[in-house]
């Protein structure tokens, strides 16, 4: 029985659940599946995540939620690395993709990776004036 875990940008998250944000409900299930699959054991994560957990501590600005899945994606790339089931060029292009579609998205709309190459059409900055404009006789009559 195979079982299909999809977290959308726009999937709700109730105010006590685990995940802040729906990444890391998505980074979390990887490494979860991935162990379900057999790629290692629960243990092998638990080493890599410690290790991460002590060699980059919580820092002063940040939740601890935030610590947290920074942390785990930070284990998580090294485990994927460690696996062979990516590579270092492969994550530093995905990465520089996230990077410039949160750089191509306007304000308050959701950051999707497509958005990397092509920024989202919006136009909740300037909304169309739906009046007519209209043209005084006076200023009419100034022409030089």
């Known amino acids: 029985m195979s079982t299909e875990i999809r977290i959308t940008p726009d999937a709700p998250v109730a105010d006590n659940a685990p995940f802040e944000h729906p990444?890391?409900?998505?980074?979390?299930?990887?490494?979860?599946?991935?162990?379900?699959?057999?790629?290692?054991?629960?243990?092998?994560?638990?080493?890599?995540?410690?290790?991460?957990i002590k060699a980059s501590p919580m820092q002063a600005h940040e939740s601890i939620n935030d610590a947290y899945y920074r942390q785990w994606v930070s284990a998580a790339e090294k485990m994927l690395l460690s696996l062979e089931l990516t590579g270092e060029q492969?994550?530093?292009r995905r990465t520089d993709e996230w990077r410039q579609a949160y750089l191509n998205t306007p304000h308050g709309m959701p950051v999707v990776l497509a958005s990397a190459i092509c920024a989202p059409a919006h136009d909740h900055h300037h909304p169309a004036l739906r009046v007519p404009v209209a043209v005084s006789p006076a200023s009419a009559s100034l022409k030089p």
Request: proline fraction near 0%; hydrophobic fraction near 50%.
């Open 90 to 92: 492969d994550i530093a």
């Open 23 to 52: 990444w890391q409900a998505q980074v979390f299930s990887l490494i979860v599946y991935l162990h379900q699959a057999g790629q290692f054991s629960w243990k092998d994560w638990v080493d890599v995540f410690s290790d991460e």
